[in-house]
């Protein structure tokens, strides 16, 4: 009996062992399950965090630590000619930048940018790389080849971001006139502040500036004159070993500058020398005596006061002394002179005392009112303001009379030639004008009388034979016209005799002038030993070879027959 009951307890035994292990066994399978599932959920966890930044980072706009604000990258509108020929557009180029955070060796990072980037600014570069921060620019505008090498590095914590630069295709062919950009795209001379100035960079700034929906700005420059122009002053600047020249084509019915170029000049692709003294737009930045060019003015004046006719004749037999100031002519008739003599030989007592008759204040009036002593108003924003004499006194209408003592620009200057052309004063513009807008905006200044008389006096001037100083701005066919000025420059507060500034002022054809044409150069040199540098020797020239070279691009057809003396239509 006994042996039953223990055979029964250790049944009993056994059977409650399975039981308890089997239980043991379903524990702790679960909670390695509840484990791995924790385990998982905490992995993914952390990767969607981890996306979540990453999103977040992707849409929050950046900072100024963080990266280049939005305007860096704004487009501008092209600028084209009046023929459509684009002067300026917007490209696209690489910018290196560095994340400094994630630059391990800032000295190999140098060290490797400096085999692509010789001018790398090497101290500058290592204190940026140092700094901890999360963005720095380290070259604004790469070329192609630089970003590639630069990629082919494999540095790490270094990067490329695509920006838009100005870029030129004509080079420096029109830099005066078309300015520069900065490196952020923004207008900061010529006419691409000008347009800037206009409104354009608060569409930059409001982020409207989208590049498919700006219209190219049209300007009143023709690319192919511009060429001309540019070329020809270049060429003079050598040949007659100047520190400088300029010249400007002007439409004297509209007011439209088609051409305008001084150099030295820049490359606005590569402006590094744009600030440099010696690059000064001397057209419209620079103010000069203008020395017997002015005489075109000084007789307007007397023949628009009604005093004097073509006929009225001026003793130039002797000098005229006033104060300390003594008058003499450059190569004195020592006779009386008529009114074209005065003019064609140049005599600064001819035109002194065509002055006298006008007196000082109608004298002054004049000069204001062809424009030439007040700031001239243009699109262009490097203009400077004409100089004269707070109090204006005897002496200074007699010296006034012959180009000294008030400084102007040269392209002043042409503009009121071509008033006493046309008749009107019409402000220079840089930008398309049509005649019936130039009617709206032009003043009449001079009377038809004064018109007719001096187009006879400039074709007079340039007539072969009549011994006027004009005779090498000929070109057959043009029936060109034209006033020298040869004008002494102060030196250490003194007239130099053998230092000038040399003008020549023409417009063509002459029946009925269409153009402008004015040339300077600035300290000009014989050509050759023993030849002189007076204007008509190296001013004049200019003339000639522009017209000779652009006159049929500007629809002017040449008429050959025409070419004899110059012949007076009166008007009265």
């Given at each position: 009996?006994?042996?039953?009951?223990?055979?029964?307890?250790?049944?009993?035994?056994?059977?409650?062992?399975?039981?308890?292990?089997?239980?043991?066994?379903?524990?702790?399978?679960?909670?390695?399950r509840t484990r791995v599932i924790m385990t998982m959920a905490v992995f993914f966890g952390i990767y969607a965090a981890i996306a979540g930044r990453l999103v977040y980072f992707g849409l929050?706009?950046?900072?100024?630590?963080?990266?280049?604000?939005?305007?860096?990258?704004?487009?501008?509108?092209?600028?084209?000619?009046?023929?459509?020929?684009?002067?300026?557009?917007?490209?696209?180029?690489?910018?290196?930048?560095?994340?400094?955070?994630?630059?391990?060796?800032?000295?190999?990072?140098?060290?490797?940018?400096?085999?692509?980037?010789?001018?790398?600014?090497?101290?500058?570069?290592?204190?940026?790389?140092?700094?901890?921060?999360?963005?720095?620019?380290?070259?604004?505008?790469?070329?192609?080849?630089?970003?590639?090498?630069?990629?082919?590095?494999?540095?790490?914590?270094?990067?490329?971001?695509?920006?838009?630069?100005?870029?030129?295709?004509?080079?420096?062919?029109?830099?005066?006139?078309?300015?520069?950009?900065?490196?952020?795209?923004?207008?900061?001379?010529?006419?691409?502040?000008?347009?800037?100035?206009?409104?354009?960079?608060?569409?930059?700034?409001?982020?409207?500036?989208?590049?498919?929906?700006?219209?190219?700005?049209?300007?009143?420059?023709?690319?192919?004159?511009?060429?001309?122009?540019?070329?020809?002053?270049?060429?003079?600047?050598?040949?007659?070993?100047?520190?400088?020249?300029?010249?400007?084509?002007?439409?004297?019915?509209?007011?439209?500058?088609?051409?305008?170029?001084?150099?030295?000049?820049?490359?606005?692709?590569?402006?590094?020398?744009?600030?440099?003294?010696?690059?000064?737009?001397?057209?419209?930045?620079?103010?000069?005596?203008?020395?017997?060019?002015?005489?075109?003015?000084?007789?307007?004046?007397?023949?628009?006061?009604?005093?004097?006719?073509?006929?009225?004749?001026?003793?130039?037999?002797?000098?005229?002394?006033?104060?300390?100031?003594?008058?003499?002519?450059?190569?004195?008739?020592?006779?009386?002179?008529?009114?074209?003599?005065?003019?064609?030989?140049?005599?600064?007592?001819?035109?002194?005392?065509?002055?006298?008759?006008?007196?000082?204040?109608?004298?002054?009036?004049?000069?204001?009112?062809?424009?030439?002593?007040?700031?001239?108003?243009?699109?262009?924003?490097?203009?400077?303001?004409?100089?004269?004499?707070?109090?204006?006194?005897?002496?200074?209408?007699?010296?006034?009379?012959?180009?000294?003592?008030?400084?102007?620009?040269?392209?002043?200057?042409?503009?009121?030639?071509?008033?006493?052309?046309?008749?009107?004063?019409?402000?220079?513009?840089?930008?398309?004008?049509?005649?019936?807008?130039?009617?709206?905006?032009?003043?009449?200044?001079?009377?038809?009388?004064?018109?007719?008389?001096?187009?006879?006096?400039?074709?007079?001037?340039?007539?072969?034979?009549?011994?006027?100083?004009?005779?090498?701005?000929?070109?057959?066919?043009?029936?060109?016209?034209?006033?020298?000025?040869?004008?002494?420059?102060?030196?250490?507060?003194?007239?130099?005799?053998?230092?000038?500034?040399?003008?020549?002022?023409?417009?063509?054809?002459?029946?009925?002038?269409?153009?402008?044409?004015?040339?300077?150069v600035d300290e000009p040199k014989p050509e050759k030993p023993g030849m002189a540098a007076t204007s008509g020797l190296n001013a004049a020239p200019i003339v000639a070879n522009i017209i000779?070279?652009?006159?049929?691009?500007?629809?002017?057809?040449?008429?050959?027959?025409?070419?004899?003396?110059?012949?007076?239509?009166?008007?009265?």
């Amino acid at each position: 009996m006994m042996k039953f009951w223990r055979r029964k307890a250790a049944a009993a035994a056994s059977s409650t062992a399975a039981i308890v292990v089997d239980g043991a066994r379903m524990a702790t399978g679960g909670r390695a399950r509840t484990r791995v599932i924790m385990t998982m959920a905490v992995f993914f966890g952390i990767y969607a965090a981890i996306a979540g930044r990453l999103v977040y980072f992707g849409l929050i706009e950046p900072d100024n630590g963080s990266g280049p604000v939005a305007r860096v990258t704004a487009s501008r509108p092209d600028i084209v000619d009046r023929n459509g020929q684009v002067l300026a557009t917007d490209i696209k180029t690489a910018s290196l930048f560095a994340e400094p955070r994630r630059i391990v060796d800032a000295d190999e990072v140098i060290e490797k940018l400096s085999t692509v980037l010789p001018d790398l600014q090497v101290e500058q570069t290592y204190h940026k790389l140092k700094s901890g921060s999360g963005f720095v620019w380290l070259k604004r505008q790469l070329t192609p080849r630089q970003q590639a090498d630069i990629m082919a590095l494999g540095l790490p914590g270094i990067g490329f971001r695509t920006e838009k630069r100005r870029f030129y295709p004509g080079g420096p062919t029109a830099s005066h006139i078309l300015g520069l950009t900065n490196i952020d795209n923004k207008g900061i001379a010529g006419l691409e502040k000008y347009i800037d100035d206009q409104g354009f960079a608060d569409l930059q700034a409001t982020g409207l500036a989208v590049a498919g929906d700006l219209q190219p700005v049209r300007l009143s420059i023709d690319l192919r004159v511009q060429h001309i122009v540019r070329d020809e002053i270049v060429r003079a600047m050598e040949r007659y070993h100047a520190i400088a020249a300029g010249a400007v084509v002007l439409n004297v019915k509209t007011g439209e500058v088609l051409a305008m170029a001084s150099v030295p000049d820049f490359d606005p692709n590569n402006p590094f020398n744009a600030l440099d003294k010696d690059r000064l737009n001397r057209m419209s930045a620079g103010v000069y005596e203008m020395g017997s060019t002015i005489k075109s003015f000084t007789t307007a004046m007397a023949l628009d006061s009604g005093k004097v006719t073509l006929e009225s004749r001026f003793d130039a037999t002797r000098p005229i002394t006033i104060g300390r100031q003594t008058i003499r002519d450059f190569h004195g008739k020592g006779r009386v002179l008529s009114v074209p003599e005065v003019f064609i030989y140049s005599s600064n007592i001819g035109s002194a005392r065509e002055a006298d008759v006008v007196g000082i204040e109608g004298h002054r009036e004049f000069l204001h009112r062809l424009g030439l002593l007040d700031r001239m108003q243009t699109e262009l924003p490097e203009v400077a303001r004409p100089t004269e004499p707070r109090i204006w006194k005897k002496v200074h209408s007699i010296t006034a009379a012959f180009g000294h003592g008030f400084t102007t620009t040269p392209l002043q200057t042409a503009v009121g030639a071509a008033a006493l052309m046309s008749g009107k004063l019409l402000p220079p513009t840089f930008l398309p004008r049509s005649e019936d807008e130039a009617d709206a905006v032009g003043q009449k200044v001079v009377s038809d009388y004064t018109v007719e008389s001096m187009r006879y006096l400039y074709k007079l001037n340039a007539t072969k034979g009549s011994g006027g100083s004009g005779a090498r701005a000929q070109v057959p066919g043009y029936r060109v016209g034209g006033k020298t000025g040869t004008a002494e420059k102060v030196v250490n507060g003194r007239y130099a005799k053998n230092v000038r500034f040399n003008a020549f002022v023409a417009a063509f054809p002459m029946d009925d002038p269409q153009y402008i044409v004015l040339s300077v150069v600035d300290e000009p040199k014989p050509e050759k030993p023993g030849m002189a540098a007076t204007s008509g020797l190296n001013a004049a020239p200019i003339v000639a070879n522009i017209i000779r070279r652009s006159a049929s691009l500007l629809g002017v057809k040449p008429e050959f027959g025409q070419e004899g003396e110059a012949t007076l239509v009166s008007t009265q």
